[in-house]
T-cell receptor, first 113, second 116 residues
Framework: EPEVTQTPSHQVTQMGQEVILRCVPISNHLYFYWYRQILGQKVEFLVSFYNNEISEKSEIFDDQFSVERPDGSNFTLKIRSTKLEDSAMYFC???????????FGPGTRLLVL | AQSVTQLGSHVSVSEGALVLLRCNYSSSVPPYLFWYVQYPNQGLQLLLKYTTGATLVKGINGFEAEFKKSETSFHLTKPSAHMSDAAEYFCAVSDVGSGGYQKVTFGIGTKLQVIP
């Protein structure tokens, strides 16, 4: 069964450093998403992406964040200058043209020191 | 704006007992409803979903949920809990966001503990 994959599974970085989280969505999916889950809190929507542009973003998704689909398979989330409060689990998700069900990757646990 | 309320952040049941995890939602349009499960240190796995049609939906691992429009509820049940059911369960609702694209809103999550 096709699945969403994410790399790395864990990332530790110093405050102020740039990080890039990578996702490979399900191959025939057209809509891509990033969510985050701060430890002990609910899963929060960050951004949705379609046709090579952001379709919607939350208040959390400020200028420090960017997303890109650099090739036909990868979907990346970049945090330009990490802050302590960026420590969280980041989930990528994708959905087909029907936009019925979002399938989630296993997540990347980011720790900012 | 849509929202999801999960009653009970922690639920404990004995092995073999009924599991009932409550979820109420608000949405301005007929929603799609989901339950996701998250095992320790793992990602979100789709347990079941309601989109249209039959209001009682069956998912993996013996779980099922019933969409009750009049009560705006989508409670998750399992007749007999197993130790392997211990996990965190998230109810979620989706509809089309302001940009015309699907947007999923999650509840706070319910941690299920199964007591031997």
């Amino acid at each position: 069964e096709p699945e969403v994959t994410q790399t790395p599974s864990h990332q530790v970085t110093q405050m102020g450093q740039e990080v890039i989280l990578r996702c490979v969505p399900i191959s025939n999916h057209l809509y891509f998403y990033w969510y985050r889950q701060i430890l002990g809190q609910k899963v929060e929507f960050l951004v949705s992406f379609y046709n090579n542009e952001i379709s919607e973003k939350s208040e959390i998704f400020d200028d420090q964040f960017s997303v890109e689909r650099p090739d036909g398979s990868n979907f990346t989330l970049k945090i330009r200058s990490t802050k302590l409060e960026d420590s969280a689990m980041y989930f990528c998700a994708s959905t087909s043209e029907l936009q019925e069900t979002q399938y989630f990757g296993p997540g990347t646990r980011l720790l900012v020191l | 704006a849509q929202s999801v309320t999960q009653l009970g952040s922690h639920v404990s049941v004995s092995e073999g007992a009924l599991v009932l995890l409550r979820c109420n939602y608000s949405s301005s349009v007929p929603p799609y409803l989901f339950w996701y499960v998250q095992y320790p240190n793992q990602g979100l796995q789709l347990l079941l979903k309601y989109t249209t049609g039959a209001t009682l939906v069956k998912g993996i691992n013996g779980f099922e949920a019933e969409f009750k429009k009049s009560e705006t509820s989508f409670h998750l049940t399992k007749p007999s809990a197993h130790m392997s059911d211990a996990a965190e369960y998230f109810c979620a609702v989706s509809d089309v966001g302001s940009g015309g694209y699907q947007k999923v809103t999650f509840g706070i999550g319910t941690k299920l503990q199964v007591i031997p």
